[in-house]
């Protein structure tokens, strides 16, 4: 999920996203078992809001384009598979996720900034996973959007992780994204299928 290093490694971020789960997708038709596949909001261009699994996938980076190459893939091989594009939050044992960063660098009384400009929709982890494993009891199959209803900024998110551990008001700043890597600023996805099947997240 390193945008930066897959725009760097393109090679590498295709034999990741798209080749091996080529080839999980011919053992599972070989072997019988069910594909579960963990995909990205960044399949879509971010030029519109609530993308929903219908929408055509324009991918604005290196990372986006692989995720929806192993997609296609997938649903080419083993169209019984299901295909969840996820964006969840929690920690992570490497400390590399967005609330790690945030979390982290106020708890250590340093600045954060936040970006404004950045929209998404995103899911607690355990809840992701719950989620996941009910359409897999539920034997569903094609593509499902596992993320939250609440579209928010980058700036939402740590602000609630802010006032959640009562960290002071000066240690979070907003921002613009400003990078060499241009990324979809815009990745909310609409969740009405999944909540069409009485899952609400």
Same mark, same amino acid.
């Given at each position: 999920?390193?945008?930066?290093?897959?725009?760097?490694?393109?090679?590498?971020?295709?034999?990741?996203?798209?080749?091996?789960?080529?080839?999980?997708?011919?053992?599972?038709?070989? $072997?019988?078992?069910?594909?579960?596949?963990?995909?990205? !909001?960044? /399949? $879509?261009?971010?030029?519109?809001?609530?993308?929903?699994?219908? !929408?055509?996938?324009? &991918?604005?980076?290196? *990372?986006?384009?692989?995720?929806?190459?192993?997609?296609?893939? %997938?649903?080419?091989?083993?169209?019984?598979?299901?295909?969840?594009? /996820?964006? $969840?939050?929690?920690?992570? &044992?490497?400390? /590399?996720?967005?609330?790690?960063?945030? *979390?982290?660098?106020?708890?250590?009384?340093?600045?954060?900034?936040?970006?404004?400009? %950045?929209?998404?929709?995103?899911?607690?982890?355990?809840?992701?996973?719950?989620?996941?494993?009910?359409?897999?009891?539920?034997?569903?199959?094609?593509? *499902?959007?596992?993320?939250?209803?609440?579209? %928010?900024?980058?700036? !939402?998110?740590?602000?609630?992780?802010?006032?959640?551990?009562?960290?002071?008001?000066?240690?979070?700043?907003?921002?613009? *994204?400003?990078?060499?890597?241009?990324?979809?600023? !815009?990745?909310?996805?609409?969740?009405?299928?999944?909540?069409? %099947?009485?899952?609400?997240?």
């Amino acid at each position: 999920t390193n945008l930066d290093f897959c725009e760097s490694n393109p090679e590498i971020s295709f034999f990741l996203n798209e080749q091996v789960p080529m080839h999980l997708a011919q053992l599972s038709n070989l $072997f019988g078992f069910k594909l579960v596949h963990i995909s990205t !909001d960044a /399949v $879509f261009s971010g030029e519109k809001s609530y993308s929903s699994e219908e !929408d055509i996938c324009t &991918p604005s980076t290196v *990372y986006g384009h692989s995720k929806l190459a192993g997609e296609n893939v %997938i649903s080419s091989i083993a169209p019984d598979s299901l295909i969840c594009r /996820v964006n $969840f939050v929690g920690a992570n &044992p490497k400390g /590399v996720s967005l609330f790690d960063y945030f *979390y982290r660098t106020m708890s250590k009384k340093i600045t954060a900034t936040g970006f404004t400009d %950045i929209y998404f929709t995103p899911l607690a982890v355990d809840v992701t996973a719950r989620i996941i494993l009910d359409l897999m009891d539920r034997n569903e199959k094609g593509i *499902y959007h596992v993320v939250g209803t609440d579209r %928010i900024s980058k700036y !939402d998110f740590a602000e609630m992780v802010r006032r959640i551990w009562d960290f002071d008001e000066s240690l979070l700043k907003p921002g613009l *994204y400003d990078s060499t890597v241009k990324r979809s600023l !815009d990745l909310s996805l609409d969740n009405s299928k999944l909540r069409g %099947i009485g899952i609400n997240p």
